[in-house]
Every structure is written in structure tokens, then in C-alpha cells.
Nanobody, 118 residues
Framework: QVQVVESGGGLVEPGGSLTLSCATSGSMAEITAMAWYRQPPGKLRELVAV??????TTYADSVVGRFAISGDAKTTVHLQMNGLKPDDSAVYYC?????????????WGQGTRVTVSS
């Protein structure tokens, strides 16, 4: 069974930094990417950043220049968040995308809450 576990959320003041981590295990399929999503209160879940095992990264426009995704994207990814704003407050979810001969599947973690407030 595939497990996805996030950690590192918490309360931080505006302008501060925080690092989230995601670890996955148990997949027998090829992992093609690992991504971070977030869901602010009362809003839809949105993509924040994604990384492939080959090293390709993609970011939402709202976090370019402030957030950085790292890790091997096979078992682990991290999200370094700098210059945090109140609008960054959300539950952050890790998403693991896999591929087999039968198609694609993805798996979600339980989420970790980030609150940016003074």
C-alpha cells in the first residue's frame, strides 16, 4: 500500500520561512512526479509546485521566486517557502503520481496546515 506522509507545517509570521517535507513508500509502480498542492479555507485545492525524478520543476505563478521544491521526487520532496504571506495560509498536500502498464494513479497525503499570521 502506498503511503504519503507530509510534515513541517505550523504557524509563521508574514515574511517568514517554513520547509515542508513529504515522504512516500510502498509503491510498486514507477513514480513519475511528486507535487505539492494547497487548499486555502473555503477555496479549491490548487497546484503549488511539481517535480519529476528527472529534475523538471513547475511552479504556480503566485509562488515563483519564493518557493522551491527539492528532493529526488522518487521517495521524497521538500517545499522551501520563503517570504510567506497571509494568502499562503492553507492545508498543504503532497501528491504522488505513478504509472504502470495499466495506466496512471495518484496518491495523497493527509495534509499539513500552514498558517501565516502575526
Amino acid at each position: 500500500q502506498v503511503q504519503v506522509v507530509e510534515s513541517g507545517g505550523g504557524l509563521v509570521e508574514p515574511g517568514g520561512s517554513l520547509t515542508l517535507s513529504c515522504a512516500t513508500s510502498g509503491s510498486m509502480a514507477e513514480i513519475t512526479a511528486m507535487a505539492w498542492y494547497r487548499q486555502p479555507p473555503g477555496k479549491l485545492r490548487e497546484l503549488v509546485a511539481v517535480k519529476t525524478p528527472q529534475g523538471k520543476t513547475t511552479y504556480a505563478d503566485s509562488v515563483v521566486g519564493r518557493f522551491a521544491i527539492s528532493g529526488d521526487a522518487k521517495t521524497t520532496v521538500h517545499l522551501q517557502m520563503n517570504g510567506l504571506k497571509p494568502d499562503d495560509s492553507a492545508v498543504y498536500y503532497c501528491n504522488v503520481i505513478t504509472r504502470t502498464d495499466y495506466g496512471a494513479a495518484d496518491y495523497w497525503g493527509q495534509g499539513t496546515r500552514v498558517t501565516v499570521s502575526s
